[in-house]
């Protein structure tokens, strides 16, 4: 992950839970991380509605750990319209207005007007770009033959110049609030990439 988020004590390699699985160290330290992990993280997201519920979770993550996100999920997608960018670009003032009283999701208001704003721009994607949000967004994935595993967290990169040009064509697009490190972590959770790392039970499964 590249959110900053390293559970105190842990390794910076793998760690085998109690069910005799290899998972990365962040994966292994509370269970919500770990069914995100084993099921979700690196595997292939495809669709605009998917995609763009990542791309907004990112935006909302940043300054904060992913757990934050990941247990709030459910909150976002009943605020969000279920990630609907049809129902999410007509937001209006009252719609902000709920969403910043709304606990059940990260109440800030930059990130709430980016989430509207880049609805949106998925919207407007489907006539600029063949194939809309799915096409630009996978445009970007690095060939995985080219890609060592890395082994330890240390070796999991923040940015890839494939992140900062995809941050560069969404922005193009109308996005906001979606910088090179946030448009990486969307790689990463959307199986752009694998960062799983070498020896962890997880890698490659979304391709096998």
Same mark, same amino acid.
């Not at 605020?79 to 999410?88: C, N």
């Given at each position: ?83 609907? !960018?049809?129902?999410? $670009?007509?937001?209006?003032? &009252? @719609? ?7 606990? *059940? ?79 990486? !972590?969307?790689?990463? $959770?959307?199986?752009?990439? &694998? @960062? ?7 890698? *490659?499964?979304?391709?096998?």
């Amino acid at each position: 992950m590249t959110d900053g988020t390293q559970p105190a004590g842990a390794s910076s390699g793998l760690v085998v839970g109690d069910d005799g699985l290899a998972r990365c160290s962040w994966g292994a330290s509370t269970p919500d991380y770990a069914v995100y992990h084993d099921g979700e993280w690196g595997r292939p997201v495809r669709g605009e509605t998917a995609l763009y519920e990542r791309f907004t979770l990112e935006a909302f993550q940043s300054g904060l750990s992913w757990l934050t996100i990941l247990r709030k999920r459910e909150g976002f997608r009943s605020a969000f319209a279920g990630f609907d !960018a049809e129902q999410v $670009a007509r937001f209006g003032p &009252d @719609d902000e207005a709920r969403l910043m009283a709304d606990p *059940g999701i990260v109440r800030n208001r930059a990130k709430v007007a980016a989430a509207i704003t880049n609805a949106r721009a998925v919207l407007a994607m489907r006539d600029a770009v063949d194939g809309g949000l799915d096409a630009l967004v996978w445009s970007f994935a690095p060939d995985r033959a080219t890609r060592p595993a890395p082994a330890v967290l240390g070796d999991v990169p923040a940015t890839t110049p494939e992140s900062v040009a995809l941050s560069k064509a969404l922005k193009r697009n109308g996005f906001v609030f979606v910088g090179p490190t946030t448009a990486y !972590a969307a790689m990463q $959770a959307c199986g752009l990439v &694998d @960062d799983h790392l070498t020896g962890c039970h997880a890698r *490659g499964a979304g391709w096998r």
